[in-house]
């Protein structure tokens, strides 16, 4: 008995959902990114307004004096929606953990000397507050925002705060034996010390700020686009020598995290940028003010951190933060 086996080429009747072929053309097959984002948010049908501000509809567009024609126009560079973030960072966090267990079997930082110690507790280790108060704004970016493509990403990006902040209290309990000590220290700092106050007023009032994409701007371009370098590039390099280099392998992370998200972040304000010349003209005013003020309350941390290489380090800061804007379309 002889049996022929042949193939037969099935054609799908269609390549995606029609929303989304709605948006990139019919019969063009559609990445994982475009299926979990494109028109995803709710535009109709909705129960009821928000209680805490009935004149506005729970997704509404009039929650930023930004404008856009489609706010589906923003696009993450990452092409990150849940199943690739959470994977992604999966990968990350196993090589963080192998860092951390190394450096706890060894004793990296237990030994260090108490002026070592006291400036790691008193510049690096507050900083899980300020990732704290970066994951709250966040958040409040993705409960407000328009649209998947930005609120889904601000949501990312809220959840790798927290992460960060743990990194930074796990860095505190190497320092102190698994003891509350150096963060018992380092939460003293925050809330006390004269060179932390600008910063927290700074973040204090990014509280109360309303414009989620105003809060945006501020939080993710310009004041994580002065602090991160500042701390994670020229304090760290400063002192890491004087680890073994520990920290910075402890620190690898933010570094690394900061680059892929700056991606994000540009690529989301260039295309409101580019959207009008109100857009423009709006995100240059917010901007301006808030970079100014940014690096105001700056200035003595760096001071705290860096001593007499403080002005140089912030004057690179500064001018590489501009070369970026530069790149996005704002004028110096």
Known sequence: MQGDITTSDIQPIRQTFSHVARRIGAGKPASRYQEATLDMQPTT??????????????YDTRRTNIVMADWYSFKDPRQFYYG???????????????????AEKRGLLSGLPDELRDSLAQVLVPLRHYEWGSNMNNTYCCAYGYGAAVTQACNFAAMDRLGIAQYLSRIGLLLDGNQAGVLDAGKEAWMS????QGVRRVMENLFVTKDWFELFVVQNLVFDGLLYPLIYRHYVDAVSPRTGNSLAMLTEFMGDWYAETTRWVDATVKTAFDESPANAERLGQWVQAWRDEVQRALEPLAVLALGEGAAAATAAVRAEFDTRLGRIGFKA
């Open 45 to 58: 049908n909705w129960h009821y307004r928000p209680l805490w501000e009935p004149e506005r509809h729970i």
């Open 193 to 196: 010390h004269p060179a932390w």
């Open 84 to 102: 690739i973030y959470t994977m992604t960072r999966a990968r990350q966090q196993e090589g963080v953990d192998k860092q951390f267990e190394f």
